[in-house]
């Protein structure tokens, strides 16, 4: 299982827009 830095690149990305979604949850935006 070998991982290319696109599909990496596509993980973190994804991560960060969950987080920005669940911080601006908390600030109930």
């Known amino acids: 299982m070998s991982l290319t830095c696109e599909h990496l690149a596509r993980e ?3 991560a960060g827009r969950a ?3 669940r911080t601006a949850t908390d ?3």
Do not use: A, K
């Open 12 to 14: 973190i990305i994804d």
């Open 19 to 21: 987080h920005e979604r």
């Open 27 to 29: 600030r109930g935006l």
